[in-house]
């Protein structure tokens, strides 16, 4: 049981971190990331590659996946977002331009994966990490590393980004340029600057939760692709505009999907399992359903004067 | 007898698949400006009609279990083998099979479109793109892991109403002509839909909902009609498709190929213009089925697997569209209504019945 939670813990962590990811390029520039799957899958495959090559923990090499996926953001910025922005194109049109990319990216990863199995003679199609994960020794039980230090690392970014957006001078900046980039445009804050650097936080958050999720899920070049949905509704149910609220929505669809299949596949027997997928995707229709903006369009206080009278009027 | 060389017959068939598809996400995304990114959706619900429901009525006709035991693939692939032997005899059978089942795939696609239009009356933009995109991503899942409908991961075999024409490359022709027929009719009728009152409030609400409702427009019930109108045309096409193949197997109905693909085409054709859409419907089908046709000359030339090739090039065509040309090849141009004359000669001839 105590596994399972553990487990559970961390898919959900991985989830968050990625659901941040998706919402704060989405607040800096409006588009909707699909490449977040590359990104994701790139996490996947450095942390993959550079473990098997030169050996050691994955963890060495979770760095290398973040840094990349940021430096894969950056050249998405710069190489179509920027230009749409300044021709301030439609939500939908800035979302097609991040799905063409990502169908590109797609195609880099399988012909690394190609890359990889013929010059190293990896078996890079299908590997699962978890094997390689260190495992904690608590005298009485044990638990995989991963379980301790994907919470752990959800927490320090939580930390990190509200440090960073609340105490620097260019994290307030970048708040300023969100809330009302004309405005911020007009005290002499450079809104490329922001944009780029959203993308760049934006990467990195992708690339860590995709090298701390392969520890987790088994890994083959669409797991970007199957996994995004998941994602986009932890991000979704969390708001759209909000980091925290995408925080706590990832945390939420990954808890829900990972412990709600847990029971019930005690209640309904084992072939349930394969419907996993299904879950996150009927919370956040549910939720939007019920709330279009997410959950941070939950008016705080009037949720309180609805509990504090009981309901009525 | 024509030869045709099986590389032509394969841009035609998905020519006139891809056709279909995207008329029918041009109208709801081109026309009534809903992001559609389930087209999927509406595909794998016709394909699913067609897996399940031909086979189980001549079943029921032959006294074959037509149950759930329909979709086990055991009994599936000799009960099939079955049928098409009937099939083969009767052509009127084989005719009337056919045309029910793309009715019944046209009104379950409506439905469908009916449901989706509930999200889509009171969502925006990317939580809508999202909703729908997840609506799909639900329904390939349920059909892959569902045996009773159309038999799971082990997928069904699919009547073949071609049968009684032969099993080589003839039927593969009389098929694909009669699905460019159909093609051609809903482009037709696409086109059709564009020149009417009904494609001009479709046009409207695209531009500024805000002055369609000022005129007095019903926005839900239009969209809720744009989506019905698309869900069920593109319900045809999965329902063709699957006719074509021969078989049914959910995970060949990905978000990727029915729905994305699609969007590709569409965006390098000109969205909300139809016969631009037919043009880059045309150029995928043919680079596709050439990438496709020569990937072992192309193995040697390149160093990476061209399947590949085939991802870069459509992703490259989708950047390179937004970012140049968002119009695309044909842009969108004001549909042409009636002629001042014709009109005038319609309103006389209405008043010379009325005397």
Known sequence: ?313 | MIEVPPIILNILINFAIGLIITISLNLEVGYAGIPQFGRVLAVLTGAIVAGAIPGRILALMMNQPSGADYAYHLINYRLVEDINRVLALNPILSAGIFIVTLVFAACLGGIIGYITAYPAIRLKEAYLGITLLAFGDALQIIAWNYQPIVGATQGVLVPDPFRFIGVGELRFLFATIVMLGIAVLIFLYAERISRSPFGRVLKAMRDSEVAAKVYGKDIPKVRAQALIIGSSLAAIGGALWAFYSGSMKAVAYSRLVWTFWPWAYMMLGGTGNNLGVLIGVLIFSIVRTLIYSYKGVLTSIIPIDPNWLEYILVGLTIVVIVMFRPQGIIPEKPALTLSIEKIEKIRKLKTNIKK
């Not at chain 1, 942390?47 to 950056?74: D, E, N, T, W």
């Not at chain 1, 320090?156 to 708040?175: C, D, E, P, Q, S």
């Not at chain 1, 980039?181 to 809104?191: K, V």
Request: proline fraction near 3%; glycine fraction near 12%.
């Open chain 1, 1 to 313: 049981m105590i596994e399972i939670i553990i487990k559970a813990l961390a898919y959900s962590s991985c989830i968050a971190l990625g659901a941040s990811s998706i919402t704060i390029i989405y607040m800096a520039t409006r588009t909707f990331n699909f490449t977040h799957a590359s990104l994701i899958a790139w996490g996947f495959y450095i942390v993959f590659a550079l473990s098997s090559i030169f050996g050691g923990s994955p963890y060495l090499y979770l760095v290398f996946a973040a840094l990349f996926s940021g430096m894969l953001g950056i050249l998405v910025y710069l190489t179509v977002n920027r230009r749409l922005l300044k021709a301030r194109s439609s939500e939908v049109v800035l979302m097609m331009s991040t799905l063409g990319l990502d169908l590109i990216f797609f195609a880099f990863i399988n012909i690394f994966a190609d890359f990889l199995t013929t010059n190293y003679r990896i078996h890079a199609r299908y590997f699962a990490l978890e094997l390689k994960d260190l495992i904690i020794d608590f005298g009485i039980f044990s638990i995989r590393a991963i379980g301790v230090i994907a919470p752990i690392a959800m927490i320090l970014i939580v930390l990190a980004l509200n440090l960073f957006l609340m105490k620097t001078k260019f994290g307030i900046a970048m708040r300023a340029s969100i809330e009302n980039p004309g405005l911020a445009g007009m005290i002499g804050i450079n809104p490329e600057l922001i944009y780029m650097s959203s993308w760049f936080i934006g990467g990195v958050l992708a690339g860590l939760s995709g090298g701390l999720l392969s520890m987790v899920i088994t890994g083959y070049p669409a797991v970007g692709m199957t996994t995004i949905v998941t994602f986009f509704a932890g991000s979704i149910v969390g708001g759209l505009y909000s980091i925290f609220g995408s925080l706590l929505g990832g945390l939420l669809i990954g808890l829900s999907e990972f412990l709600g299949i847990y029971f019930l596949s005690m209640v309904l027997g084992g072939e349930i399992t394969a419907y996993r997928p299904i879950i996150p995707l009927l919370i956040m229709a549910v939720t939007l359903l019920i709330y279009p903006r997410g959950l941070a369009g939950i008016s705080l206080g009037r949720l309180k004067t609805i509990i504090w009278r009981g309901g009525s009027k």
